[in-house]
């Protein structure tokens, strides 16, 4: 069974995170998939629109440590290594990316959805980065852009539960709805036809990123995660 389903239809591509099983935890397949089907659709001009969802009643629980039994040091950082690549393709995406958050979203998966240009999350969502508490480093890097610094210190350091109101509240979550209006309200979405160009939303967004790129010491953050920070990373 594939770890990322992907479906088109009208303009709209959906991406589903599919081990819910495995409360959708980030393992070495969902990352290459995700970077595989995110550069597809980059190459598609057909595609408008990018949906990120994910079946079952979490969004994704984190990384995979049920993976890294038996992995050596190096394995366990090119594993790192695939899953800032998957996070960087998405945001990459040169479409509008939405993520569609009905469950608790936790370590990866927060920035999964953080990589996608804006969130609708249901009442049932929450979000928590407990990282550095388990001597690992993560959500360094978009979480400060998006909440500003000191409420990233804040879930980073204490590891709290970042409701869905107060994630909307905050500005992480554009858009809170109750999970039986959520269909509705995702087909209420701009058509994608109706859409500016293709070429400016691209510009806009390549714009913004080279923008915060400039800003951010990623280069640093990304070789402290890869290191030996990476042996104690949230799993599911």
């Known amino acids: 069974m594939s770890a990322v389903l992907q479906t088109v239809a009208g303009g709209v591509a959906t991406l589903t995170l599919n081990r819910p099983e495995s409360r959708n935890a980030l393992n070495l397949e ?7 089907i995110a550069r597809e659709i980059s190459l598609n001009k057909e595609i408008k629109m990018v949906l990120v969802r994910a079946n079952g009643h979490v969004f994704c629980a984190g990384a ?18 695939k899953g800032f690549a998957a996070y960087a393709a998405l945001e990459a995406l040169p479409m509008p ?48 852009r998006i909440l500003g610094k000191r409420l990233a210190k804040d879930l980073m350091f204490t590891g709290r539960t970042l409701s869905a109101e107060e994630a909307r509240q905050a500005g992480l979550v554009s858009r809170l709805v109750s999970a039986p209006e959520l269909e509705e309200v995702l ?41 030996g920070w990476a042996s104690s990373d949230l799993a599911a």
């Open 30 to 36: 969902m990352c290459e998939q995700l970077i595989s």
């Open 97 to 144: 990316a939405i993520a569609v958050v009905q469950g608790p979203a936790v370590g990866s998966g927060c920035e999964i959805a953080g990589a996608c240009d804006f969130i609708v999350a249901t009442p049932q969502a929450s979000f928590r980065t407990p990282e550095a508490l388990r001597g690992s480093v993560g959500a360094t890097q978009r979480l400060p």
């Open 187 to 227: 087909s209420g979405t701009p058509d994608p036809c109706a859409l500016p160009s293709a070429a400016s939303i691209a510009e806009s967004s390549s714009t913004l990123r080279a923008l915060w790129i400039r800003k951010s010491p990623r280069s640093r953050s990304n070789s402290l995660a890869a290191a």
């Open 64 to 81: 995979d440590l049920k993976e890294r039994q038996g992995m050596s040091e190096a394995q366990v950082r090119e594993r790192r290594m």
